[in-house]
């Protein structure tokens, strides 16, 4: 997801064909039994991430890999989901989408990050996890992306109502749009707990500058920003910000907007894959943006399940060193 009005581009184009294996029989146990039996529809050269700010934990069996966030040292689980564009959707669009919160949830990920400009996302997210009747708790985030206290208020309250929540786990500013006016309304709402957790998100790299300030100076609990392959510029000075202030980073654009596919679109997956145990070419993508300790959970979006089963997967096994790290930029920049 995790996600920006005018950042958020085009859906990205289907992986079908960049991915090099299908996923029956390779889903992890208890993941597969989960899938659903209806098939449903350049950059600067990359700065050394700083010296690990947590360690992540490798999980136990079958648990997905998780990362503490920095605030609190709650273990949040390493791959999110994104809402942007494929939960604003029609009630005749929306079954495959419960398969896509099933196959999620059931994974063990839990961060489902949404905003009220993504038209009926919040609604939709909240309609289906009640559907669900989810015995596990997904972590809720979404944002205020509007100007005035008054205004951000009542946003706000409507996207709880929307999501059919009683209080969020995540309440960020989107684009920083009236930051001060909102940051003040978000402290004041987490200390009467309303909120638990709160942020800022930006998606431009015009941006970063304002992003680094408030890290350094206003201290969020997570910062949600662009970072890819391909778009490595939050290396430079954010992410070293975020891990030095014990802010949590998401990313947004984790396969930049379809980008990375195009680039290897019928190549075969490297051999060298399997050394971080990935069996597709999405999860190479996620795993390298998992290899950089500072970041905590990308926020890849779909409204197709088996998008959803095979993202997931980049939450289990190793993750790719320095070496391996730069043997991917170059497979997606040769």
């Known amino acids: 997801m995790s996600s920006r009005a005018p950042a958020h581009r085009p859906q990205p184009p289907s992986r079908r064909d960049v991915l090099t294996a299908t996923l029956g029989g390779l889903l992890l146990p208890g993941l597969a039994a989960a899938q659903p039996t209806k098939k449903t529809a350049q950059a600067a050269p990359a700065v050394k991430p700083p010296e690990k700010p947590a360690a992540p934990s490798r999980g136990r069996g079958d648990a997905m890999r998780t990362r503490p966030i920095p605030r609190t040292g709650e273990a949040l689980p390493v791959i999110g989901l994104g809402t942007w564009q494929t939960f604003d959707a ?167 907007s379809g980008t990375l596919f195009e680039r290897v679109r019928g190549r075969p997956l490297p051999d060298w894959a399997a050394d971080i145990d990935c069996t597709s070419w999405a999860q190479v993508f996620l795993k390298f943006i998992l290899g950089h300790p500072a970041v905590h959970c990308p926020l890849p979006a779909t409204s197709k399940p088996s998008h959803a089963a095979d993202n997931v997967r980049a939450g289990f096994g190793r993750l790719p060193d320095e070496k391996l790290r730069a043997r991917i930029m170059k497979a997606l920049e040769g």
Do not use: C
């Open 90 to 256: 029609t009630p005749d669009e929306r079954a495959p989408l419960l398969d896509v919160l099933r196959t999620f949830l059931d994974s063990g990920a839990r961060l489902i990050d949404s905003s009220p400009m993504y038209g009926r996302a919040e609604s939709v997210v909240g309609e289906l996890l009640q559907k669900l009747g989810e015995t596990k708790t997904p972590f809720l985030a979404t944002k205020v992306w509007t100007t005035g206290k008054e205004d951000g208020i009542a946003q706000m309250r409507e996207s709880l109502r929307r999501m059919g929540q009683g209080r969020m786990d995540l309440m960020q500013i989107h684009n920083l749009v009236d930051w001060r006016t909102q940051l003040a309304t978000l402290r004041d709402w987490k200390a009467r707990g309303a909120i638990r957790y709160l942020g800022v998100t930006h998606y431009a790299r015009s941006a970063f500058g304002d992003l680094e300030r408030i890290i350094r100076e206003e201290k969020p609990d997570f910062v949600q920003l662009p970072y890819s392959v391909l778009e490595r510029d939050a290396e430079k000075r954010l992410l070293p910000a975020a891990a030095e202030h014990g802010v949590a980073v998401l990313v947004m654009q984790p396969f930049a």
